[in-house]
């Protein structure tokens, strides 16, 4: 499940009925638009409103009891860019295993894939 804090929530269908997500991850700025799985149980990768593509390990994951979320200035995606001084800014406690820039999430919602040739 993704947050509009920027946040990943990892649930086991084993456990649901705690209530509790299994863990964090945890990275993005601004709201998660997409996540995309590799099919290998471990790794995926999100697209973010921070204009951030990120790749993920599901066992760098923590607690829920452990999670952060990052405090940045609001800003909407459906109504003006990115603001450049943004760009500089990176989650304390990003748990991902790489990100990438470049694109643009502007009145719309992108989705990001893992290209069928690494799948």
């Known amino acids: 499940m ?3 804090l920027g946040t990943m ?9 705690t209530g509790e997500p299994a863990g964090i991850l945890t990275g993005h700025l601004h709201g998660i638009t997409h996540i995309d799985s590799h099919g ?3 790794s995926f990768i999100s697209n973010g ?6 790749l993920w390990d599901i066992r760098k994951m923590m ?4 999670s952060y979320t990052a405090r940045v200035p609001a800003w909407d995606y459906r109504y003006s860019r990115y603001p450049q001084q ?7 406690h990003d748990q ?8 643009s999430v502007l009145r719309t919602l992108i989705r990001c894939y893992f290209s069928p040739a690494y799948r």
């Open 40 to 42: 290998d149980g471990r």
């Open 49 to 54: 409103k921070d204009q951030a593509i990120k």
């Open 86 to 92: 943004h760009n500089q800014l990176r989650h304390p």
């Open 2 to 4: 993704v947050c509009d």
């Open 63 to 66: 607690s829920n009891a452990e």
């Open 9 to 17: 929530q990892v649930w086991d269908r084993r456990c649901l009925s």
């Open 96 to 103: 991902s295993l790489a990100t990438y820039r470049g694109h």
